[in-house]
């Protein structure tokens, strides 16, 4: 069995926020596989999808920080069309990934007990961010 999905996520500010609860709620029939995988892929270029530490909110601030540390935004950046923080946004973009791979088992994506999909905001005025969730298992 095939599921896809597409998902309008809405504006947020720059920093890593969770998704995993907003992509089980938006995506019910994944609780119709009994085995599978699900991708998460974002469809665009200066945000990004990672998996990590879903309890302590501390880690999302650390996360903007490290990020923030790795790829300034004070480079002599060519490509500045966009405002500065778009060439760093998609250097960040590049370094993290623009999809995760998840294994499901009873409708659920089988995360460890501290693990959550983030979607990863890199602009400092993001718009709306387009993801398409692709599934296919054994129907339960």
Same mark, same amino acid.
């Given at each position: 069995m095939w599921i896809q999905e597409t998902l309008r996520l809405r504006a947020r500010s720059r920093g890593f926020h969770l998704i995993t609860n907003e992509i089980l =709620? *938006? /995506? %019910? *029939?994944?609780?119709?596989?009994? $085995?599978? @995988?699900? #991708? /998460?892929f974002i469809l665009h270029t200066s945000a990004s999808l990672t998996i990590n530490e879903n +309890?302590?909110?501390d880690v999302r601030v650390d996360f903007e920080t490290a990020m923030n540390h790795a790829v300034p935004e004070n &480079? %002599?950046?060519? !490509?500045? &069309? *966009?405002? %500065?923080?778009?060439? %760093? +946004?998609h250097v960040k973009a590049s370094m993290l990934g623009n999809q995760v791979m998840i294994p499901l088992r009873d409708g659920r994506p089988? &995360?460890?007990? @501290? #693990?959550?999909?983030?979607?990863? *905001? !890199? =602009?400092? !005025? +993001?718009?709306? =961010?387009? $993801?398409?969730?692709?599934?296919?298992g054994e129907k339960a």
């Open positions: =709620r *938006e /995506v %019910p *029939e994944l609780a119709k596989l009994k $085995i599978g @995988w699900m #991708q /998460v +309890a302590d909110p &480079l %002599p950046y060519v !490509h500045t &069309l *966009e405002g %500065p923080d778009d060439m %760093p +946004a089988v &995360l460890g007990t @501290w #693990q959550g999909i983030y979607l990863c *905001e !890199h =602009r400092d !005025h +993001a718009s709306s =961010r387009t $993801i398409v969730i692709t599934a296919q």
